[in-house]
């Protein structure tokens, strides 16, 4: 089955920018997609289809994704942004949908 | 406004059954595929299936750990959405939510409920 791998855990000052990368496999010939996860919360999705963001995301949130690794990026970060966010793709040769296992990103 | 809405968890014992239940409100269900995820405590996201819409014919896929065990099943003049557990194991202890799935958003997980609460014990 397809795995995808992520940093355990990210950190960043207020004001900076934060990077978050999910590597799989030729990750760059699907479709990624990420989400925000806060505390107690459900998960929201902020990026589709690699890089492009539903109403209401900032732009502040982007994403991309090449070869074996997809990224997102979040800059000028704030405190809400604290978080976990996860990457997902669709495993065409299984027809399931994965996760990858979250990052936990932490405004310092 | 999509509004998803999950019910039906609680404490059963393993081998056991349970049926959560999912309510859609904000959206016509005609090309909308409804997805299943879980959340074991302090773990990540673990997808568990997905029901397309019935203009894509109501195809059903579940993950590994569940597949023959559970089942999910729709009922558009409802908006509602099922996901019928059987032979129930502790591994099944999690939070499980229901999320649409729509063509505009090339089919992510774009609106999700807060989620009910199965534990397996």
């Known amino acids: 089955s397809y795995v995808l791998t992520q940093p355990p855990s990210v950190s960043v000052a207020p004001g900076q920018t934060a990077t978050i990368t999910c590597e799989g496999d030729n990750i760059g010939r699907k479709g990624v997609f990420w989400y925000q996860q806060k505390a107690d919360q459900a998960p929201v999705l902020v990026v589709y289809y690699d890089s492009d963001r539903p109403s209401g995301i900032p732009e502040r949130i982007s994403g991309s994704n090449s070869g074996n690794t997809a990224t997102l990026t979040i800059t000028r970060v704030e405190a809400g942004d604290e978080a976990d966010y996860y990457c997902?793709?669709?495993?065409?040769?299984?027809?399931?949908?994965?996760f990858g296992g979250g990052t936990k990103l932490t405004v310092l | 406004e999509v509004q998803v809405g999950e019910s039906g968890g609680g404490l059963v014992k393993p081998g056991e059954s349970l049926r959560l239940s999912c309510v859609v409100s904000?959206?016509?269900?005609?090309?909308?595929?409804m997805s299943w995820v879980r959340q074991a405590p302090g773990k990540g996201l673990e997808w568990v299936g997905r029901?397309?819409?019935?203009?894509?014919?109501?195809?059903?896929d579940y993950a590994a750990p569940v597949k023959g065990r559970f089942t999910i099943s729709r009922d558009d003049s409802k908006n509602m959405v099922y996901l019928q557990m059987n032979s129930l194991k502790t591994d099944d202890t999690a939070k499980y939510y229901c999320t649409t799935m729509r063509p505009e958003n090339y089919y992510g997980m774009d609106a999700w409920g807060q989620g009910t609460t199965v534990t397996v014990s």
């Open positions: 997902q793709v669709w495993d065409k040769d299984s027809d399931h949908w994965v």
């Open positions: 029901i397309k819409s019935q203009i894509d014919g109501e195809t059903v």
């Open positions: 904000g959206v016509t269900l005609t090309h909308t595929w």
